[in-house]
């Protein structure tokens, strides 16, 4: 019972002294002066945007401001079902305005506020045509970027974002300019409340018996599931029925052109042979949506570009034959060894 007593003194003293004000981390408001001091830091969904951009200089002076073509309201965060899982990890969008699954090669991002997700950190939401990244509104495509081609593809700042983890027995609350989704807790309450929680029962069960019955909270499962309306699929959060799956998007589509509805009909895009240096992205199709908003099409896989040849055989030089623009066919710059003086 001793070492209960004194996880909760130690744990105590923790939350005095972080609630303590004065403890030398300020956090800065939309439009003050931010980046000289590494005490201080923009409030959640800021981004610090130095005056003078410099891709090596983190700690830049610039000021406080929201994410340029950002607003969160305009559109519902993409739906969690509950056998669904992510492949690796959970990001958040440049715009701070939803956690999801990161998007994959392929796949469709940017859009209005990032709607359409952000990518997987070993890729760029890149501009279907072009040699650009995508911004808001700007949709783009999920790529691979060759180390090269980085400085024409830049990734977009991510928002200051507050939360806590349990690290060494303490909740550790700190700010973060990541679209990592890696916070555990939203504030220090939540994370003090859960690590109280775990002490306290740990403590009880090294001195007793049989640990007291946890009380069980009273939860409702809800999932994302459709059905059809009126020749419409119609998708909403509902009680989750485990007699049977949940009727998704696709699957509704199905049933919508298996019983004849005229407005299931979808313009079919013709899918030509992409050129060598490009691929076929994915189509993208909004939740309750049976056709696509943003059709398959050719877009460059930058991954065939290669770099300017350092070295030529037979004193050969290196020259530029092909200006590549980032549209198929011409994805890349091309170079061809000729001999000094021709």
């Not at 607003?71 to 939803?98: A, K, L």
């Not at 050129?275 to 059709?295: K, L, M, N, R, Y």
């Not at 530029?320 to 710059?333: A, I, Q, R, Y």
């Amino acid at each position: 019972m001793v070492s209960s007593v004194l996880w909760t003194s130690v744990a105590t003293l923790a939350f005095l002294c972080l609630a303590v004000p004065g403890s030398g981390y300020v956090v800065l408001r939309e439009g003050e002066k931010c980046g000289e001091n590494v005490q201080s830091g923009c409030e959640s969904g800021l981004l610090c945007v130095p005056d003078n951009p410099t891709p090596d200089d983190f700690f830049a002076v610039g000021a406080c401001t929201r994410a340029p073509g950002c607003n969160c309201s305009e559109f519902q965060c993409p739906p969690r079902q509950r056998h669904g899982h992510c492949h690796s990890r959970v990001v958040i969008d440049p715009c701070g305005c939803c956690t999801h699954c990161p998007k994959k090669k392929g796949q469709v991002c940017g859009g209005p506020s990032w709607r359409y997700g952000n990518c997987d950190i070993d890729q760029v939401c890149a501009l279907f045509v072009g040699l650009d990244s995508a911004r808001p509104p700007q949709t783009g495509v999920c790529k691979a970027i060759p180390k090269h081609l980085k400085k024409s593809f830049p990734v977009p700042l991510c928002p200051v974002r507050s939360g806590c983890n349990v690290h060494v027995g303490n909740c550790d609350c700190y700010s973060d300019q990541s679209c990592d989704a890696s916070f555990s807790y939203n504030s220090y309450e939540a994370c003090y409340k859960e690590l109280m929680a775990f002490i306290m029962y740990d403590g009880y069960a090294s001195d007793v018996e049989t640990p007291p019955e946890p009380e069980v909270p009273v939860y409702t499962c809800k999932e994302w599931s459709c059905e059809v309306r009126a020749c419409e699929c119609v998708c909403q959060y509902r009680k989750c029925d485990y007699r049977t799956a949940p009727l998704l998007e696709a699957a509704c589509c199905d049933v919508l052109k298996d019983s004849g509805c005229l407005n299931t009909s979808c313009h079919e895009t013709p899918t030509l042979p992409c050129p060598a240096d490009s691929f076929i992205s994915e189509p993208h199709t909004e939740p309750g949506q049976c056709c696509p908003v943003v059709p398959a099409m050719c877009t460059c896989d930058f991954q065939t570009c290669t770099p300017k040849p350092t070295y030529c055989p037979n004193r050969g030089l290196p020259q530029l034959v092909v200006k590549g623009n980032g549209h198929p066919g011409t994805c890349c710059d091309r170079y061809e060894c000729v001999k000094e003086g021709h």
